[in-house]
């Protein structure tokens, strides 16, 4: 849910994935919008990432032994 994120959240995820700056980006209601569709079109192999958050989490509770 987009709508939690503070507009400077989002403004970050616009520069971070470089997005095209637009003249509605101090609107929230439309970053929210713009940002909730980049997020969806993004593709990703959840193979690979359940792989490397499983591999993740191994390497934080090894760390403690």
């Known amino acids: 849910n ?16 470089e997005m095209e700056a637009k003249d509605t ?6 970053l929210v919008h713009e940002v ?3 997020f969806i ?3 990703l192999d959840e193979q690979k990432v359940l792989q490397a958050f499983m591999c993740a989490v191994a390497d934080t509770t090894q760390i403690g032994s």
């Open 2 to 17: 987009f709508e939690r994120l503070t507009l400077s959240a989002l403004q970050k995820y616009k520069k971070v994935y």
């Open 25 to 30: 980006d101090d609107d929230k209601n439309a």
């Open 36 to 38: 909730g569709k980049h």
């Open 41 to 43: 079109q993004q593709k």
